[in-house]
């Protein structure tokens, strides 16, 4: 098929939603419901072939990262927004304030039309459908456009869709396909992926004024401070290194380490990182990195590190016969004129960088792009509290790594460089919705005749009120 038909079908699928929407353009609870239950029945049903399809597309995906990256938070998703749809439909009651009595004011929350969602490779299932989910509960209907690089992940969820077809549509295609996507105009579009290709996709929403959110990446620093115990602190990185090789845009991208506790940091982490992946009978082994190309990127990576004058400390040296699987190897003596710390590393890799006080810490972090998360090791309630005050991010975990991305309660969602807007949960279900404002007054009451009648009174009334 030419590109030309490619793109001539791409604006024709997308225009049947927008007819579908128009059918229906204000679907109510029990019919958004429905859809979202059809969606959870059809991953249940489809969980084997899921597993499957992500291990086929990376060479060796865990079903442990598929489930706990792709699934859960997935159909917990779903689960969530059934749970709270029916009062977050309710229009909200707000003050009409003196120049408006005795009138009131609500605002109603109306679906927008049709949804773009752009998914990345990492995890193409949750970071498919999360958006759809949300797009969903708000009434919308939803545009898909899928990785190449995630061909049988594809197929996998198109069957899953094939029953709510009229609600989603799933786009795949190269980045020609992928630019024509984001020129449409949606009502809103959401693009996940690099902060260089978000600038393109924004370039292209402007042209017809799309409302966009932008989940991107960037550096995400890890901050341990000096009183920490260090396998607490080791286990949260290993969680947000190992998970998917570390392919997972909020990782752990750098490391601030007290100079005296450098060296216990790195033999806690290679002995604990031995002890899950390499000692274990665990049969879910570390997931591959996803092709050559990025396999490529990150080797060349550690190399440009090395010939700079890294140290390499690894878990287990890269082996070319099993190439694709890239254990963590933490890179001290690391310098800003390295790509490791100029780049989102986006794998295993990890620089670990010591610091005398916060202060060079904070104004390290802050120097730089702001980034999509923050890290803090540390009991200490003060300095954390001091990170979370003068550092920006776009979400931050104490003692943990990475798993405030699936608080299904609280909005997720970047800053600057690692992006723009929010979702998850309520702040979702707004995003994907238009509040519009509503002012009911009685007709009963003349209360315009009475204002335009008396203009001199209500003026000297309404200014000594409002001025005094």
């Known amino acids: 098929m030419s590109t030309v038909s490619e793109q001539t079908l791409l604006t024709m699928n997308f225009q049947a939603l927008q007819s579908a929407y128009a059918r229906d353009p204000a679907p109510d609870y029990a019919q958004r419901v429905a859809v979202l239950k059809k969606l959870k029945r059809a991953l249940v049903s489809h969980e084997q072939h899921i597993y499957q399809a992500l291990s086929q597309d990376y060479g060796y995906r865990s079903q ?35 120049m408006l009595m005795p009138s009131k004011v609500k605002v109603h929350y109306q679906p927008l039309g049709v949804v773009g969602v752009v998914t990345p490779w990492n995890f193409p299932f949750y970071l498919a459908l999360g958006p759809t989910i949300q797009a969903l509960a708000a009434g919308n209907r939803v545009m898909i456009k ?16 094939e029953d709510i077809s009229e609600h989603v549509h799933l786009v795949e295609g190269d980045a020609q396909i992928g630019a024509a996507f984001a020129a449409l105009p949606f009502d809103h579009l959401i693009f996940t992926g690099s902060t260089e290709v978000g600038k393109l996709v924004a370039k292209s929403a402007a042209d017809n004024l799309t409302p966009i959110t932008l989940e991107l990446g960037g550096k995400s620093p890890t901050i341990i401070d000096q009183d920490i115990d260090i396998g607490v602190a080791v286990d949260a990185l290993i969680m947000g290194k190992s998970i998917n090789s570390g392919q997972i845009c909020v990782a752990p991208d750098y490391v601030f380490v007290p100079a005296k506790r450098v060296d216990s940091f790195i033999d806690t982490f290679i002995a604990r990182y ?37 140290i ?48 060079d810490v904070i104004s390290y972090i802050n120097a730089r792009p702001r980034p999509l998360a923050l890290y803090i090791m540390s009991n200490n309630n003060p300095l954390i509290e001091r990170l979370i005050a003068n550092t920006h991010s776009g979400g931050i975990s104490v003692n943990d790594t990475t798993m405030h991305v699936v608080a299904d309660d609280a909005p997720f969602g970047g800053i600057g460089h690692s992006g723009m807007g929010q979702y ?33 009174w209500v003026f000297k009334v309404l200014r000594k009120w409002l001025l005094r």
């Open 64 to 98: 442990f990262d598929t489930f706990f990256a792709d699934i859960m938070p997935t159909i917990a998703a779903i689960n969530y927004a059934i749970k709270h749809l029916k009062k977050w439909m309710q229009p909200s009651k707000r003050h009409a304030g003196l």
């Open 146 to 161: 899928m990785s190449e690089f995630t061909p049988h992940a594809n197929q996998a969820l198109k069957s899953i869709l």
């Open 274 to 310: 031995t002890e899950y992946h390499l000692s274990s009978n665990n049969s879910n082994k570390q997931s591959h990195i996803i092709s050559d190309r990025q396999l490529t990127r990150l080797l060349h990576l550690l190399d440009d590190a090395k010939s700079k004058g890294a």
């Open 312 to 359: 390499v400390h690894p878990v287990k040296a890269h082996d070319p016969s099993n190439s694709k699987c890239v254990y963590p190897h933490l890179l001290t003596n690391v310098s800003e004129d390295m790509a490791v710390l100029q780049e989102e590393i986006f794998g295993s890799l990890l620089p670990v960088m010591t610091y005398d006080t916060l202060d």
């Open 424 to 456: 998850h949960g309520y702040e979702g279900f707004l995003t994907f919705s238009k509040a519009k404002t509503v002012l009911y007054s009685s007709s009963w009451l003349p209360k315009n005749r009475i204002v335009l009648k008396h203009r001199d």
